[in-house]
């Protein structure tokens, strides 16, 4: 079985920073076949892609809106994802998942496999 844990999320004023982590475990889970994505769903909308990283770390990507303020990242030994977040603004706000898809990236959500409960980010303005 495998589990996706995600944590940091919390109440942040507009402009300030959280970095959101996601620990994944499971007997027979290879951290190292997996791209790691972060998702996020707003109040009452549907969950959208956020940013994604490679096995190898040497490739990313992130949606438009936070490219340049998010950085994603990740450390194959300790089976952990990360999701840097800067110059936070009200429209962030949402709860935050990490999945696992094998193989190479994807912004869609349906190709993954694994899901984490969620971590939610409250940005005030």
């Known amino acids: 079985q495998v589990q996706l844990v995600e944590s940091g999320g919390g109440l942040v004023q507009a402009g300030g920073s959280l970095r959101l982590s996601c620990a994944a475990s499971?007997?027979?889970?290879?951290?190292?076949?997996?791209?790691m994505g972060w998702f996020r769903r707003a109040p009452g909308k549907e969950r959208e892609f956020v940013a994604v990283?490679?096995?190898?770390?040497?490739?990313?990507r992130y949606t438009d809106s936070v490219q340049g303020r998010f950085t994603i990242s990740r450390d194959n030994a300790k089976n952990e994802v990360y999701l840097e977040m800067n110059s936070l603004k009200s429209e962030d706000t949402a709860l935050y998942f990490c999945?696992?898809?094998?193989?190479?990236?994807?912004?869609?959500?349906?190709?993954?496999?694994?899901w984490g409960q969620g971590t939610p980010v409250t940005v005030s303005s």
């Open positions: 999945g696992a898809k094998y193989g190479m990236t994807s912004t869609r959500s349906y190709e993954y496999s694994y």
């Open positions: 499971g007997r027979s889970f290879n951290f190292k076949q997996y791209a």
């Open positions: 990283i490679n096995w190898s770390s040497d490739a990313t």
